[in-house]
Structures are given as C-alpha cells and as structure tokens.
C-alpha cells in the first residue's frame, strides 16, 4: 500500500498542472466587478465586455452557474501581439472569471501558464509573463496586498 | 479479490491516468486553424455567422480586436472575435467543472491577410486535456469536433 502511495504522489507530481491566478473579494457580483474595472485601470487596461454567463442561462431556463466573464485590454497588448505572434490575438483580450461563493466573490484570470506551453518560443513567452505580472498586480490591488 | 489487492488496483488505475491526461494532451492540436481564401473581413464574419447556425451554435456578437479601447476612428478593423455559444452545452460542462469558464463562450478570431482571412480558435480539448478532468474532456473533444465543422463550412 505504501507503494502504491508513492507511485500516486509521485504520478501527481509528475502531471501537475499549473493554475491560474486567483483572489477573493468580499463583496457581491456588481461590487466586485467595480473593484476589478477600477484596479484594471489603475494598471492602464480598460474594461471591455462584460459576459453575464449566469443571467444568458437562467433567462433560457438552466440553471444559475453565478458565473460572469470580464473583459479587459489596453491597444498596447493587442499592438505587441501583433509584433511578436498575431497567432496570440486568438486568447485577447485577457479574461477574469467570477464566481460568486459564500461570503463573496472567487477571481480567476485566464491560465497564462498554459499558452506559453502554447505559444513556446521566447518572445511570445516575454510577452506572457508581463502580462502575468500585470495581472498579479491588478488581481494583489483588489485582494488588498 | 482482497482489499489489499483492490486497492492496488485502484492506485494503478489512478496513475495511469494521470499519466495518460498529459499524452492526450500532447495528442491534441493548441491551436484550431482555418481560412477563407479571397474573402475580406466582413465576407468571413457573415460566412462565419451562417455556420454557426447551421451547426446548432447561436451566435452572440463580434467585437474589433481594439474595441473600445481606441477611438471608433482608429480601429484596427482586420481582426475581430465572433463568439458564440450553445447554452446547453455550457450549462453542462459549467456543472462538471467551473473552468470551463477557461474557454467560454466559444470564440473564433479573424484576421484578414492579402491572401483572405484566416481563422484561428484555441482547441478546447487541449485545454481540458490540461486541466484533467475526464469527464470534461470528452465534452470538449465533442466541442472541438463542432468548432473543426464550423470552420469547414465558413470556409467552403
């Protein structure tokens, strides 16, 4: 059994999977979404589109995910995309995922970790990580790092 | 079978499919590529548009690359999203795993070239072959089987 354990661990290890960044705010769905439009700009990206995936759903009869999509970009992002890789415009603008939970609002960005696995070369992966570090500080303002 | 044997068995069957996850992923293509050749950006939109419909997807709207985020004068207009989505679809594969949201709704951007436009979606088994949920996955292998039927006949 012992070994067993240990192949599993060992297995998991082997397959971890990264993940995206994430925070909490405690607030409801329409506060959340002011506190990100406001640390996003404080960060030079603009809100862009709203996606209210729970209302789309509900309004056909399924059930409420309590689940919204925001949008968000600035014209550098999109000017630098097309430089390095045009192929990278298929994944902008950068997404955040809310999810309401008990006591507040679960965050989520995209997982850029996964596209430089998808867009390997160097410079696209530069480009990434920037808008990593971009992300971390807008999603750090809201959780009040 | 003993219970020391049957929890083996289900060790075994653990690993390899953590081991597995990955090759599938491996197997599946990031990128879903297609292209209309001679078209121009509105020509590809409304093509685009059509096959969604046919193929049991509702079309949600498109945006400019640099919608509202430039003057409506300076907009670059030769890449746009279309999105779309099948609420059904969604509302399932949200109940099996919230970062569906990863992909959701779905999307396909066009960028028009000299030679026409062409038609660049992220593959949604490849990301749900990373995220390691089975159940998930086949969802999505369905989904990109749906987006490959799209493209084709946007671009026929």
């Known amino acids: ?98 999810i309401v939970e008990e006591g507040g609002v679960v965050v989520s960005s995209d997982d850029l970790e996964m596209w430089k696995e998808m867009f390997p070369d160097p410079e696209t992966g530069k480009l990434i990580d920037s808008w990593q570090r971009e992300l971390k500080v807008i999603l750090g303002e809201v959780s009040g790092y | 079978m003993s219970k020391n044997h049957r929890w083996t068995v289900t060790m075994i069957l653990w690993v390899i499919f953590f081991v597995t996850m990955p090759v599938a992923a491996q197997e599946q293509e990031a990128l879903l590529v297609g292209s209309l050749k001679g078209r121009n950006i509105g020509q590809a939109t409304e093509r685009l548009i059509q096959a969604i419909n046919s193929n049991n997807f509702t079309f949600v709207r498109f945006q400019d690359v640099d919608d509202r985020l430039v003057p409506p004068g300076w907009k670059a207009k030769s890449v746009r999203i279309v999105y779309f989505c099948n609420f059904e679809l969604m509302s399932k594969a949200l109940a099996l795993d919230t970062r569906t949201s990863e992909f959701l709704p779905c999307r396909i951007t066009l960028i028009e070239t000299a030679q026409g436009v062409d038609m660049i979606a992220v593959n949604p088994a490849w990301v749900s072959a990373r995220l390691g949920n089975h159940r998930l996955h086949e969802y999505c292998v369905q989904m990109k089987k749906d987006y490959q039927s799209i493209m084709e006949e946007a671009a026929l």
Not at chain 1, 25 to 32: L, Q
């Open chain 1, 1 to 98: 059994m012992k070994h067993s354990c240990a192949i599993l661990v060992l297995a998991w290890a082997l397959t971890a999977q990264a993940s995206p960044l994430t925070t909490s705010i405690g607030a409801d769905m329409s506060g959340a979404i002011d506190e990100l439009t406001i640390a996003a700009q404080n960060s030079g990206y603009q809100l862009v589109k709203v996606q209210p995936v729970d209302k789309a759903l509900v309004k056909r009869g399924f059930p409420d995910p309590g689940l919204r999509i925001l949008f968000i970009g600035k014209p550098s992002s999109f000017e630098q995309a097309i430089r390095t890789n045009p192929r990278l415009l298929s994944v902008l603008p950068l997404r955040l995922t809310l």
